[in-house]
């Protein structure tokens, strides 16, 4: 019996009994238990009834590579470098970092639970099994890293156009790779991160590693784990977030389209829609870090991607992702 096994068995939100599980598996009470208690470590929130057994207060998807693939259209599926869903890695990122230049381009990997998924500037990212998304990309680019100024901010466009071809609304971007909900008691809480790591050449060939963790359902545990204001894609949808299947192909067709764009454009494609979901435009703002701690007012982006500051003497400071934090003042 593994925590996998488990969780799938659970997953139609229907009450098990511990002697029914242990049946079905061929283990014991005391394996199940063991299982339920790993699950309920890393977040899945198994609720035990008496004597009706385990069961989770919603029902859930779990992700399946045949699915997702079902779901994209047929050329983008075919032209996928990989597409794989795996039950637990360190990070899907790190997976693919390992494969190195054995991993074609557009490699998709996914998995149902991270042991060290990453943010940025080296925070960890949660990552409960079952209830959200976890995705990397490998995209190979032949212009070298110095032509993938913005590629971040373009890739939480890429997030926004998933989330409306998913029929989601409420969503916002905060620089560098940040996606919150925005409206009412929802503003300001976290949906979604992004890293993208590069390799290769400044001014030839070199690759991107794109990694998305995107909200889909939380629970009041892991919200105040989090340590920050945080929201789900349940919350914006009305309390059912999206088929966890089919948020995944949309995330992934619309990063593969959006990175052949990039690809051909660069960030100047996407820097009208980040400026139509920039939330900090206008916004008083404090940053710190390398330059030390000073106060301004959003100005929105340049067009390589740099945050605008406009400070008190009317001057205007860009600041590059990775000098700085940003935080409302």
Sequence with gaps: MQPAELLALLAEGESLSGAGLAARTGVTRAA?????????????????????????PWPLQMLDAKRIRAALPTPLARSLGALEVHWELDSTSSELQRRGNAAKDFSIV????????????????????????????????ESGCAALSGLSLAVGVMVLRALGQLGIAGAGLKWPNDVLAVGGDRAGGKLGGI???????????????????????????????AG???????????????????????????????????????????????????????????????PGVFDGVGAGVDGRGALQVRMADGSMRRIDSADVTVRRA
Excluded: M
């Design 32 to 56: 199940i238990w063991k299982q339920v208690e790993a699950l309920r470590a890393r977040g899945v929130p198994i609720e035990a009834r008496g004597t009706t057994g385990y069961r989770l």
């Design 195 to 225: 890293l993208v790591e590069l390799s290769g050449e400044y001014q030839g060939p070199c690759a991107a590693i794109i990694g998305i963790g995107l909200n889909l359902r939380l629970t009041p545990a892991l919200r105040e784990q």
């Design 110 to 141: 996914l998995a149902e639970t991270q042991q060290a998924g990453r943010g940025r500037r080296g925070r960890t990212w949660l990552s409960p099994p079952g209830l959200n998304l976890y995705l990397s990309c490998l995209k190979r680019f």
């Design 228 to 290: 920050q204001p945080a929201c789900d894609l349940a919350t914006l949808a009305g309390g059912t977030p999206p088929d966890r299947n089919r948020a995944a192909a949309a995330l992934v067709q619309l990063l593969v389209e959006g990175l052949r764009q990039f690809e051909r454009e660069g960030f100047a494609a996407f820097v009208d829609d980040y400026a139509r979901h920039d939330l900090l435009r206008d916004q008083p703002l404090q940053l710190s870090g390398a």
